[in-house]
């Protein structure tokens, strides 16, 4: 085959792509290809060389999501994943896996493998804990956000990479599934019986949480602020206890940074939900909720932290460096942090796509109590956004429910 025309690869297709078009295996390697794929939109392989222990991993965007064959998705998605890998890699050294190719023809990129990390989402549900994971992540959304805003890029710089980054396709995914349809009775949500009553009774009949959410959709898609992540939950995220990786960027586009942020406080909190709700050994359980605690609080603080020093030392417009726009700027961001957590913590309770953390917990009574409270403190998230300022008011929230 010569690859000159696209078709979706399995395993077979992608061992002899790897034989064929990269030049990374020795003559005498003895191959294995696995899809591994688990994600909601695309098919990842990893190939192996059991004679030098050389592995790969290579990951092709199809043409529609693995989640439902409706959802029609450009394949372009894998340029902007390989390429923001890289910027990123620039930006945040060390914290996303290093992109060896990437090819306009087959939509496919080969990256790093990371299978010694673990998927987060995986190892929170096993219970375990990062006590870097915060310092990491911290490090990542400030060096990404603020040093790809018009606070330090030339504006013109900017304005270019807002053209090459956008994204229709995955745009308007987000648009639909995180902003839109967990807020009225929209066929493709997926709701657990039990919840279906309260979400109408406490969410989709209160017309000032809907004005709310009117008005931070369009925050969403008119607010060019930073390139974000766009996809950050703890399935994005590979970690060990050394280490963390984010992958996984392809919804990357420009938009208000407290999104990512907003996204990693929302997973850590599903975490939480799920700890509290299936740990039986109560000294464990207190131990993993402290943690897991005080690493959302960590996650904003040291954001906060970090993001103002930067401020202080790259900033280059000049309004911008006027005394006190610093504070104003970051606590926007934090605001808008808030209002995320919140649409994020209902969406994955109603929407289309769901968060492990909540349906693996097999007692209906128990399930059903855990998507109350992410509704309860998703609703106080959005709607007490406007003093929602350092790690302490955001755990605050949390204590007031459990
Ligand atoms: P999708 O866009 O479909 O969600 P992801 O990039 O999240 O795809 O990858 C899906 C899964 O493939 C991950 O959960 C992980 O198990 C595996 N994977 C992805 N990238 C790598 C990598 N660089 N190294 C090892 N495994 C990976
Ligand atoms: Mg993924
Ligand atoms: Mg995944
Ligand atoms: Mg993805």
Known sequence: REYNEYFTMDETDVLDYAVTRLNVFDQDAKLACKEIGDGNLNYVFRIIDSASGKSLIIKQA????????????????????????KLQNELAPGLVPQIYNYDPVMNCCVMEDLSDHDIMRKALLEHRQFPLFAD?????????????????????????LVKSFINP??????????????FYDCPRNDIFEPTREFAQSFLWDDEALLLETAKLKFEFMNHAQSLLHGDLHSGSIFIKEDSTKIIDPEFAFYGPAGYDIGNVIAHLLFAYINADSVMENPAAREAQKAWLLSSMKDVINMFREKFLKMFQERATDRMARIPSFDQYYLNQIIQDT????????????????????ITS??????RAYAEKLCLQMGKAFIMGRSGMLTGEDFIQVVANYI
């Open 338 to 357: 808030s209002a995320v957590t919140g649409l994020e913590l209902i969406r994955r309770t109603l929407g289309l796509a769901h968060v492990k953390d």
């Open 136 to 160: 990491h992540i911290s490090t990542f959304m400030v060096n990404t956000l603020l040093l790809t805003s018009d606070v330090v890029m030339d504006h013109k710089a900017k304005k270019n």
């Open 361 to 366: 917990i097999a007692d209906a009574d128990t």
């Open 169 to 182: 396709d995955l745009c308007e995914i987000s648009e639909d599934l995180v902003y839109t349809e967990p």
């Open 62 to 85: 199809g043409p529609v999501a693995r989640i439902s064959a409706d959802i029609k998705v450009s394949t372009d998605r894998n340029r902007i994943e390989s390429e923001i890998l």
